[in-house]
């Protein structure tokens, strides 16, 4: 459970972010969910995943601060996918919660929201 959402996405930072900080140019993007910041019943193993990418990207928001080198965490709400059919109970401990603040996502609004998300996109960098 820790290993892609959380492992995956340090192995790849540390592959290849040293290049982005030589070149004074890049971005990382890390895509998580509101179990960054939310708990619920038999969950565990998946929030601390989450919360631990979550921190992760946020720790490095400030390490790469000056760097040229943007660090952006994409925080979806619930996307639409086959991972609710091969955890079939898992739907029903998920909080509910305001569509607006945690909406059932498509595969493609969640791509398209995570390509809005770009560093690049962004005017806060």
């Given at each position: 459970m820790i290993d892609v959402p959380y492992l995956a996405a340090f192995n790849l930072?540390?592959?290849f972010a040293p290049a982005m900080i030589s070149r004074g140019a890049g971005g990382l993007v890390f895509v998580t969910s509101p179990a960054s910041y939310l708990a619920w019943p038999n969950a565990s193993a998946y929030i601390a995943?989450?919360?631990?990418l979550a921190g992760f990207a946020e720790a490095?928001?400030?390490?790469l601060k000056g760097t040229g080198v943007a660090v952006t965490l994409v925080v979806l709400g619930t996307v639409d996918t086959p991972y609710w059919e091969h955890n079939p109970d898992s739907r029903k401990n998920v909080p509910q919660a305001d569509p607006r603040l945690m909406p059932t996502l498509t595969p493609k609004q969640a791509a398209d929201a995570i390509f809005e998300a770009r560093p690049e996109r962004s005017s806060s960098w």
């Open positions: 930072t540390r592959a995943a989450r919360r631990a490095l928001q400030s390490e």
